[in-house]
Nanobody, 128 residues
Framework: QVPLVESGGGSVQAGGSLRLSCAAS????????MGWFRQAPGKEREEIAA????????YYGDSVKGRFTISQDNAANTVYLQMNSLKPDDTAVYYC?????????????????????WGQGTQVTVSS
């Protein structure tokens, strides 16, 4: 069983919106950190958003701050990424990741090395 499954990617014109979902199976996401990453061709993987401390705290990368919103539904064990005002530079494969069992999970965001589960990725394409 795949622990993380993303959905919601697709193609949209600049200025449009998409919502990505990440369903977690068998993971107690509220006791860890859930993150969204993206990777465009020829570029390094970029952490763009994270939610931790039981969903009380969030982090956003500078490139998406003010446009994207991360949230989680603990009952549904699902994390979401609402993406508004999309730009062509947002085109990438988007990945959901989970960090479970790291020290200090209740008050700090996970480091990259602490993410121990990854989804398969979903393509987002923004046309100008």
């Amino acid at each position: 069983q795949v622990p993380l499954v993303e959905s919601g990617g697709g193609s949209v014109q600049a200025g449009g919106s998409l919502r990505l979902s990440c369903a977690a199976s068998g993971l107690r996401m509220r006791f860890g950190c859930m993150g969204w990453f993206r990777q465009a061709p020829g570029k390094e993987r970029e952490e763009i958003a994270a939610i931790y401390s039981g969903g009380d705290r969030t982090y956003y990368g500078d490139s998406v701050k003010g446009r994207f919103t991360i949230s989680q539904d603990n009952a549904a064990n699902t994390v979401y990424l609402q993406m508004n005002s999309l730009k062509p530079d947002d085109t990438a494969v988007y990945y959901c990741a989970a960090a479970v069992g790291y020290g200090g999970w209740w008050f700090r965001k996970a480091t990259l090395d602490e993410y121990n589960y990854w989804g398969q990725g979903t393509q987002v394409t923004v046309s100008s």
